[in-house]
């Protein structure tokens, strides 16, 4: 599966964006979806995830409650609306899919896939 990411942009803090990822192919539906984000200097980390059996939704303790993952079957499609955004949210945000029951949805290593990254930047 190949996977596109959009949306980022350079925003001031406070601000949303809404990041989007595009799959290839026809068994989006067997993926879990996660995003991750590095910024510079710092490892990759996770961000939000998605189950691929009943919507599941999981984050990161320091997005959860301004980050909203969610996926669109008909368009192959997962999304990361962030919002009330901070300078620390600055990173490259990656999109990744999981195909296998194994691991965490945390776990970089767990994911088999990944999108070429999409840069957000929050100015305070």
Known sequence: VQLQASGGGSVQAG???RLSCAASG?????YAMGWFRQAPGKEREFV???SQSDGSTYYADSVKGRFTISRDYAKNTVYLQMNSLQSEDTAVYYCAAKIAYIGSYAATWAYDYWGQGTQVTVSS
Request: hydrophobic share 45%; aromatic share 10%; glycine share 0%.
């Open 15 to 17: 601000d949303s964006l």
């Open 48 to 50: 939000a995830a998605i």
């Open 26 to 30: 026809r068994t989006f539906r067997s």
